[in-house]
């Protein structure tokens, strides 16, 4: 089928399958073709701006290089479609089976991608900036399988309560994102760009997050149990209440920051910055804290039972009603 | 829109909206005086044509005695239909043909030329289904537009159309000639350059043909229009919708002599940052007006002084400014009998001090007459004082109240328009001085510095404590725009919005390379970050965007964006400040008693 008048004459007399045809180069813009089944079929390059393709059936579809601008996907299913280089610039996805498709390079600039279905699928070096993947899942099933966002631009993105767990995000710009009671357990996040980002509530355990940028960025009850923030940058960062139970921060950059409340128990701190910091009511029990700066903290009422403190530098420390690592308190 | 027009060149099968109009009483006037017929159908046709263009429709062909239009928006063609009628209506002086004017929506065959299908027999049906300066449409149309346009519509029932098998649901429709403000956006008279001009003789003919047709038409239109509405305006489509003639007629008339004029315009230009190019403008207007001054001065001259000897003509001017002053005072009378006086004083005050008055006394003292004189001097067209009631209405909490006041106004000041042309403004005393008519102090331009919604909202929480004040919704805050954003693309195509907030905020997308690379370059976060920017009240945005989505292709489509994108936002701007948010009133509240009662009731 190589004529665009045929294929909508046939939509339009209830023919709803074009699975396996070639269709590569067509120009559909604005075309409805809502519930059509076009598994398999060939739509490289095909126009299809503006489309109305909500329920349509693109499995295994090639929609390579496709302008896909501006059209709703809604509830399509597009599971191991291939949408490498794929323009799909503010196009609607709510609810789109992604599970296993080839996003690599695809625009998907202010794309809305709410509880779309990403699982497995590779968006390596996508542009998501601006989109928006509320409640989406991008979960890791299995070992060998992953979704894959290494090096995309994630910036603005709207991931609140999106489950991203052991997902590869190394690398990738979240800067300005929202991230809010978002699932990144196992996540991979080393030397991405968190900075802005709003991460209140989220979990991050056993997440990799070596040398990330999360200046100012919120994480305001944030669960970081056993992460790795191994030389992570939180200058200007909301810390209220974290949990870094078990984390590594050595090196970390934590200069003033408020982590009043914050549960560090058994935090490998050494020769991270905690000078002028805030740490009222902290739990630093068991914290390793060799060679740390703590100069001009503020540790009221804050719990060093059984941490190493020992070559820690406690110049002008504020200690009243601090528990010491003997357990003793302080007045 | 090119797009369009372009598959209209070819034959084939569009959906759009059928124009038909009619003449009533064409062929007997036709037999009466052959002549006068002809020249005023010629006329009509010629107006109704040139409004189906400023309505982006097209002319598809003439039957004698009407037009077959097309559109591709079925609101365009209502609000075309609906200028059609006020425009040929409203001319009650020269005499014109009352119209028929039938509207479908339906499939057609369309070639450059003809058009055919059974759209078009509906839509010529229900033409003769309208009663003589109405309107009848049928049931999709009015579906399509209920929603945007205010009307006033009475359902006609299902229709037995001749030669049509099913019955057509049709609704007839008339054109409120009164200041509608609900549908003002699309209905607001559209004074679009080149449909009046039908003698091309007149120095105000050839002054428009220079000023159009010059290369810097577009700066001479701002400059004009910065001048007669001490405003600037960059925005196409807010300019589009002011006719040259129209502006250069009020800037004559509050301008009586060219050196007035050329102190006027050059108080503007140097305001401006081109003044070096703004002052060639302001030339070149003054040039292309000089003729049109030595005309309106030799007309006016016997006129004004018909049996003046040099000696006593300062008592004619005295006479002239009694007499006009009674025609204030007639129209002040004929307010002062409403019993909602004070309300109309209170506009007209803020009319003509810029300033919401919420002191009784005040408001009591003033002299109608005076208050009414003052406004009439600052708005020299109807259509000026249409312009800043609207633009005052904007800014009022309680809308529905004020719409009646401000209709009741615009009636009121119908006489001093209507005799307009035999007591010219430019011999009554109050516009010797151009001075009072120019100074900022009198223009309304700035209106909103004094009650802007973000001054008034925050100083009225913090100045009365206590209950009242917790039913007012809270603002959300514009530092967290994940919600919005949700809310905007939930329902609506992400794109789409990015295109309308680009429009709105540059210029209408045509979808250049250029204007691509932009809305890539900016999410949509950005765009709504610009817009709060650009658009200091939700009012402001609500218009701007009204506006813009009938500047773009798929106005059906983009539609409910719009609406999306307001419902939205609206929780992110302030309130507009009602009568009693103003300061003044609050600081006032707080202290008296007696002024407290007269709380909003949406306080309570």
Known sequence: ?331 | MEGAQQSLQNQQRVLAAIVVTDAVGFSAQMSADEERALATINRDLKQIAGLCNVFKGQVLKSTGDGLLMCFFSAAQAVACALNIQKKLRGDSKRDSFDHRIGIHLGDVYINNSDVMGNGVNIAARLESFAAPGEICVSQVVYDVVKSRLDLDATFLGPLNLKNIQEQVPAYQLRPVIDLDICDAELTRPFFAEGVEGYVFDSPLDQALQALSDHADHLRIKKLIFGTCQNLWENDTTVLDQFSLEHLIDSLMQRNPSVDQCRASLYRIVATLNHKEVYSDVAEVILQSLTPLYIERAANLLPEAHPASHPGNSEEVAEEVAGESKDRYQHVADDLEHDAQIIRIKKVLYCLCHKVWETDIQKIEQADTAILVKQLYQLTPTPNDLKYRLRHLLHHLNRKAKYTKIVNIIFKAFHPLYSVQTELIPMSTPGLQNANDTDSPETCFGDLPVGIHPDNTVAFSAKAVEGPPMGDIAQVKDRADLFELRLDIIKYCNPLRAKILLHSTLYSPFTGSSQEWSLLRSKTLEDFLREVFNYCSSFQDLESKLSIIVHCLEDTDENEPVVTSILNAIKPYYAEPPSETTAPAEVSRAVMSAAVTSMRPASYG
């Open chain 1, 1 to 331: 089928m190589d004529n665009v008048e045929e294929l909508m004459a046939s939509y339009n007399n209830g023919h709803k399958d074009f699975s396996g045809l070639c269709l590569a180069g067509l120009q559909l813009p604005k075309a409805d073709l809502i519930g059509a089944n076009f598994s398999k079929a060939d739509l490289e390059r095909t126009d299809l701006m503006f489309s109305y393709l909500s329920r349509v059936n693109l499995q295994q579809a090639n929609l390579s290089h496709a302008n896909l601008s501006g059209v709703n996907l809604n509830q399509a299913n597009l599971i191991y479609s291939n949408l490498s280089d794929a323009n799909l610039h503010g196009a609607s996805l709510q609810g789109a089976d992604l599970r296993g498709a080839d996003l690599t390079l695809a625009d998907l600039f202010d794309v809305n991608l709410a509880d779309a279905d990403l699982r497995n699928a590779d968006l390596s070096g996508a542009n998501l900036t601006g989109a928006c993947l509320r409640g989406a899942n991008l979960r890791q099933e299995l070992r060998s399988e992953q979704t894959i966002l290494r090096g995309a631009h994630l910036r603005q993105v709207d991931m609140r309560g999106a489950n991203l767990k052991g997902a590869d995000l190394a690398c990738v710009d979240l800067s300005g994102a929202n991230l809010s009671e978002a699932f990144l357990k196992d996540a991979d996040l080393r030397n991405a760009n968190l900075s802005g980002a709003n991460l209140k509530g989220a979990s991050l355990a056993d997440a990799q997050l070596e040398g990330a940028n999360l200046r100012y960025a919120n994480l305001t009850r944030t669960r970081a149990q056993r992460s790795n923030l191994a030389g992570c940058d939180f200058t200007g960062a909301n810390l209220k209440g974290v949990n870094f139970t078990d984390t590594r921060l050595c090196g970390a950059q934590l200069f003033q920051i408020v982590m009043v409340d914050a549960r560090l128990l058994r935090a490998d701190l050494s020769r991270a910055n905690l000078s002028g910091a805030d740490l009222t009511q902290a739990d630093l029990t068991n914290a390793y804290l060799g060679r740390t700066n703590l100069g001009e903290a503020n540790l009221t009422g804050a719990i060093l039972f059984k941490a190493e403190l020992s070559s820690a530098n406690l110049a002008d420390a504020k200690f009243a009603g601090t528990t010491m690592p003997d357990g003793k308190v302080i007045d």
